[in-house]
């Protein structure tokens, strides 16, 4: 029964990770809830995200969105910064975790209902060398934030990339996955070397990732955003409250 709740929990978090973005706010919280402590979540959960970004890297790749140089720059600080947020994530009481967790939920379902990177999608800047050492800075600290928690990190990836950038959002997510997947690999080394890792749970979700994903990518992206928007607000509101302590 564990194992098809986490199934399914994969497959609406890939769903929405394709049509909207912020799948992990109901995965981490829906593995805390299965018992897992908040720490073997946190490393449980990144197995997925690895193998979900690693296939939208190939299938960027396929469609020609693939700047490799740039991704490398972003990427390179952000596989520092993750390591550091790792090892702070994997010290952190349950309960501190949580909390973070909680609050971080409330914070990303504004984004995910104000959508700030669609208002300013029509910027269009130069990309000078002070734009590129501004973007690494930046992703550096992305990094610690996604070794650490994770979820929201593509919300950060894309306004931090279209403030700095004015790139469309079609290439800016396509840098978003590459640079996740390189992170993401050194982040969950720091969780399996402390044994963080529950790997049935975390390939079970993987399963389910890759077929939601590859549903959401057939599904009317116009109608299903809207729908899929508003289940993710009512569901990440009450997880948030029971992470937060509102009620048992």
């Known amino acids: 029964m564990k194992l098809l709740m986490v199934l399914a929990a994969g497959v609406v978090a890939g769903f929405i990770n394709t049509l909207a973005g912020g799948g992990s706010l109901l995965t981490m919280p829906l593995l805390i809830f299965l018992g897992l402590p908040s720490v073997v979540a946190n490393g449980t959960n990144r197995v997925a995200l690895m193998v979900q970004n690693i296939v939208a890297v190939t299938n960027f790749k396929k469609k020609g969105y693939f700047d490799i140089k740039f991704s490398l720059m972003l990427g390179i600080p952000a596989i520092i910064g993750s390591i550091v947020g790792a090892k702070i994530a994997i010290k952190l009481p349950d309960e501190v975790f949580n909390k973070i ?8 379902v504004i984004f995910i209902i104000w959508q700030p990177q669609k208002r300013i999608a029509s910027m269009k800047k ?10 690494s800075i930046v992703f550096f600290f992305v990094g610690i934030y996604g070794g650490l928690v994770q979820a929201g990190t593509g919300f950060i ?4 990339l ?15 996955v590459f640079v996740i997947a390189m ?3 050194s982040a969950l080394l720091v969780f399996i070397v402390n044994g963080k890792v529950d790997w049935l749970l975390g390939l079970t979700l993987a399963v389910g990732n890759g077929l939601g994903g590859y549903i959401g990518s057939n599904f009317a992206v116009k109608k299903g955003d809207k729908y899929i928007r508003i289940v993710l607000f009512v569901a990440v509101l009450l997880m948030a409250g029971k992470l937060l302590g509102i009620y048992k």
Do not use: P
Not at 128 to 134: G, I
Not at 162 to 176: A, C, E, P, Y
């Open 101 to 108: 967790l909680g609050v971080i939920m409330i914070i990303v």
């Open 157 to 160: 990836v894309i306004i931090s």
């Open 126 to 135: 130069e990309l000078t060398k002070k734009h590129k050492a501004l973007a």
């Open 162 to 176: 279209t403030l700095i950038t004015g790139f469309s959002l079609v290439k800016i997510n396509s840098l978003k």
């Open 183 to 185: 992170y993401m690999v």
